[in-house]
């Protein structure tokens, strides 16, 4: 019976340290936070999937940017994401939907009483679209889609 236990604990401890084990590559790249997780953004020349390689900054080190199809790398996951181009957006009040898509050249793809899911324009930089739909007074939320093959969506 101790046994069990000792086996159990070692093995919930071992779980909850998977994502640090040493063989598994460190992220590197750019830094990005989106809806408050982090993930990075490989350089130019590196490639969707090796984030085993160190990034290269812009010049000046400049503000990171976000695209639709841009690859991620989560911190704490070996599966790469990828920017949807999908906005997840809480109204202040839904009859701002038809004004806000106008002002932000959105177009509605579902909608529930107060949350409207808006694909955004191919060219759209969607980090400084997100800051600026959050700090819209007829936005309470703006949510980035990421998507993976592990999850269909974060």
């Known amino acids: 019976m101790k046994l069990k236990l000792i086996l159990a604990g070692l093995l919930a401890a071992g779980a909850a340290h998977a994502a640090d084990l040493p ?67 809480q109204l202040a009040a839904p009859q701002q939907e038809a ?19 808006f694909d955004t324009p191919p060219q759209a930089e969607l980090l400084s679209l997100q800051q600026r739909l959050s700090a819209d007074k007829r936005v309470k939320l703006a949510q980035l889609e990421l998507a993976s093959d592990k999850e269909q969506a974060e």
């Open 99 to 117: 004004a806000l898509a106008r002002d932000y050249g959105l177009k509605a793809r579902y909608r529930t009483q107060s949350v409207v899911v």
């Open 23 to 89: 063989f598994q590559p460190k992220p590197t790249g750019q830094a990005i936070v989106i809806n408050g997780k982090t993930y990075y953004k490989p350089g130019a020349g590196s490639g969707a999937s090796s984030f085993g390689l160190s990034a290269k900054r812009s010049a000046g080190g400049g503000a990171p940017t976000l695209k639709r199809g841009d690859v991620l790398q989560p911190a704490r996951q070996f599966e790469p994401a990828k920017a949807s181009g999908v906005v997840l957006v």
